[in-house]
């Protein structure tokens, strides 16, 4: 199999670079609109489809975003993995901003965010002890480094609702409780990405300390300023990440993880939800057709 890496660009990234036959592409879902029309393309031998998380101009705040409409768009694009960029305030006083985290962990905070793609007629458990891809978060890290950047291999994430920023209170809690990074997009997307048998990892551009940092209050404004030095960064990573993926895509645990997640007896299952489902279940779905 061949590598298509989904791009999801958060705040600061609306589009990327370097891309061969590149063409922006409108793609309907069940689930509605997603954020935006993704862009197509290729880098080397890696088929490429940028979504923008936020939309092009950023209309879209964390706490609207169609979460599975993106997912479901960019599966029915072929993906066969996820690379997340986000922005994100640093709760450890070693990630500092400009730097970039590779993320392992997540706690989740968010609050009434469609967060699966499961309802009653097909009831599904997806594991997410670990979750986020190993392989995919390493060529991610080694490409950061490799264009000069200072890169963290591991770091848990806190999503939290927003969209307004943490209390200081929150804040020291939060890294009382050993979180490393705080932002309001990692979940449910790497939740939904699972589901969706999509191996996820997420590179996260430290842009601030957060409020609990001693003089650095948190604002848009200082945040933007470091985004656009860090944007150039994870663009060329994308490049170098390209070009140090092997030309053959072995497989992954996650491609086939709903045959343990999947709970409903054929018989009572809803035709409607299998539908809807129809491009996240692709694959279960002719399995189960031919046994
Ligand atoms: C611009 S600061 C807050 C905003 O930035 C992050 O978005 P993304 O993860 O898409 O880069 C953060 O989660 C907030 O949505
Ligand atoms: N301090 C912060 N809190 C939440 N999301 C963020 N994204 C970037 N910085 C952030």
Same mark, same amino acid.
């Given at each position: 199999? &061949? ?22 592409? &409108? ?265």
């Amino acid at each position: 199999m &061949s590598w298509t890496i989904g791009i999801i660009g958060g705040s600061g990234l609306y589009a990327i670079d370097g891309l061969e036959d590149a063409r922006w592409i &409108s793609v309907e879902s069940p689930w509605g609109a997603s954020s935006d029309a993704v862009l197509a393309g290729r880098i080397g031998h890696v088929e490429l489809r940028f979504l923008p998380r936020h939309g092009r101009g950023h209309r879209i705040p964390p706490h609207q975003l169609n979460v599975r409409a993106n997912i479901d768009v960019l599966k029915r694009l072929g993906c066969t993995d996820l690379l997340a960029i986000s922005a994100v305030g640093s709760l450890n006083a070693a990630m500092k901003p400009g730097d970039f985290t590779v993320v392992d962990q997540f706690i989740d905070r968010t609050k009434g965010r469609p967060s699966t793609f499961f309802e009653t007629g097909l009831v599904g458990h997806v594991p997410m002890a670990d979750p986020t891809c190993p392989r995919l978060s390493a060529f991610a890290a080694d490409a950061v480094a490799a264009c000069g950047g200072r890169v963290h291999r591991a770091g848990t994430y806190l999503a939290m609702e927003g969209p307004a920023f943490s209390t200081r209170a929150e804040s020291r809690l939060h890294r009382s409780q050993g979180c490393d990074l705080v932002g309001m997009t990692g979940m449910p997307e790497a939740k939904l990405a699972r589901e969706a048998e999509l191996p996820y990892a997420l590179l996260a551009m430290v842009t601030d300390f957060d409020c609990w940092h001693d003089g650095d209050d948190v604002d848009v404004a200082n945040i933007m300023a470091v985004m656009q030095g860090n944007a150039a960064l994870a663009r060329a990573s994308v490049k170098a990440l390209c070009a140090a993926l092997p030309p053959v895509r072995d497989a992954s645990p996650i491609d086939t993880v709903l045959d343990q997640a999947i709970m409903t007896a054929p018989d009572v299952r809803d035709p409607a939800i299998l539908a809807k489902n129809e491009a996240i279940l692709a694959r279960w779905l002719a399995n189960q057709r031919t046994g």
